[in-house]
T-cell receptor, first 112, second 114 residues
Framework: KQEVTQIPAALSVPEGENLVLNCSFT??????LQWFRQDPGKGLTSLLL?????REQTSGRLNASLDKSSGRSTLYIAASQPGDSATYLC???????????FGAGTTVTVRA | DVKVTQSSRYLVKRTGEKVFLECVQD?????MFWYRQDPGLGLRLIYF???????EKGDIPEGYSVSREKKERFSLILESASTNQTSMYLC?????????????FGAGTRLSVL
């Protein structure tokens, strides 16, 4: 069974600092990996999707990397802003499977 | 834009009540999912459905059932609500084919069982 871990559980940084969020998974036979954002009391919004054949994916200030062999993905958020405060979750899908395995998330606070 | 709508944002129910959580998607997606989310545990899959009237158990189906009579609607049923079912419930949908892993989420229903 795929296990997904996100460390740390919480992170607080001053505005302008770059954020580095980590995600590790136990089974490297993945189909893709997604990063989601969740605001308090809300649903999930997809940020980036990395296919298993890709090494990284970028969208604006966000960059996600994937290293399947080591079972890790990293989400970088450049020049953080208070509006980036949220919980970030990673989710892994295995080949030919509908299901996603989620990490517990990292809650980010960006201090003004 | 894909829209997944959950009928209630907040619900308060009493122990033993039968509870229905409704979810509707407007993109003709084949697949629909129900998760619960608890602090420190992330999202855990309760049930999913890959077609009308078809369902499969997820990781934590005990105490729950589901119904999918129409393609756009997926209902989660708590037959006899218990306090340990107090949680945030999230519905999601995904298309068939190669994009089946790309799930779109509703805003969630926060259920309190007293």
């Amino acid at each position: 069974k795929q296990e997904v871990t996100q460390i740390p559980a919480a992170l607080s940084v001053p505005e302008g600092e770059n954020l580095v969020l980590n995600c590790s998974f136990t089974d490297s036979a993945i189909y893709n990996l997604q990063w989601f954002r969740q605001d308090p009391g809300k649903g999930l919004t997809s940020l980036l999707l990395i296919q298993s054949s890709q090494r990284e994916q970028t969208s604006g200030r966000l960059n996600a990397s994937l290293d399947k062999s080591s079972g890790r993905s990293t989400l970088y958020i450049a020049a953080s802003q208070p509006g980036d405060s949220a919980t970030y979750l990673c989710a892994v899908s295995s080949s030919n499977d509908y299901k996603l395995s989620f990490g517990a998330g990292t809650t980010v606070t960006v201090r003004a | 834009d894909v829209k997944v709508t959950q009928s209630s944002r907040y619900l308060v129910k009493r122990t033993g009540e039968k509870v229905f959580l409704e979810c509707v998607q407007d993109m003709d997606h084949e697949n629909m999912f129900w998760y619960r989310q608890d602090p420190g545990l992330g999202l855990r899959l309760i049930y999913f459905s890959y077609d009308v009237k078809m369902k499969e158990k997820g990781d934590i189906p005990e105490g729950y059932s589901v119904s999918r009579e129409k393609k756009e609607r997926f209902s989660l049923i708590l037959e006899s609500a218990s306090t340990n079912q107090t949680s945030m419930y999230l519905c999601a949908s995904s298309p068939g084919g190669p994009a089946k892993n790309i799930q779109y989420f509703g805003a969630g229903t926060r259920l309190s069982v007293l």
